[in-house]
Nanobody, 116 residues
Framework: QVQLVESGGGLVQPGGSLRLSCAAS????????MGWYRQAPGKQRELVAT????????NYADSVKGRFTISRDNGKKTVNLQMNSLKPEDTAVYYC?????????WGQGTQVTISS
């Protein structure tokens, strides 16, 4: 079983920055992929960014490319999302996820609100 704990959400003005972190715990040997989804009110959950263990390749939603950066620490089993130049349309609940042994595990979600 994998447990995920997220931190770092909050309220920030447009153009500001936030850093989200997610720590995985449990009996984990090797995580294939980690990343973040988000869900805005009335919208479907969408992929924001993901990072693969082997080689550390990354993938981003077009809407966040150049503004968000995903990173992971395999030793600490954490994944981070640095979010810069935030826009009101980035407002959503952000969910950490882990792909481990073919199963997807989710964090509880952290609210990110961009507003002046």
């Amino acid at each position: 079983q994998v447990q995920l704990v997220e931190s770092g959400g909050g309220l920030v003005q447009p153009g500001g920055s936030l850093r989200l972190s997610c720590a995985a715990s449990g009996t984990i040997f090797s995580i294939y992929a980690m990343g973040w989804y988000r869900q805005a009110p009335g919208k479907q959950r969408e992929l924001v960014a993901t990072i693969i263990r082997s080689g550390g390749s990354t993938n981003y939603a077009d809407s966040v490319k150049g503004r968000f950066t995903i990173s992971r620490d395999n030793g600490k089993k954490t994944v981070n999302l640095q979010m810069n130049s935030l826009k009101p349309e980035d407002t959503a609940v952000y969910y950490c996820y882990v792909n481990y042994q073919g199963s997807i595990y989710w964090g509880q979600g952290t609210q990110v609100t961009i507003s002046s």
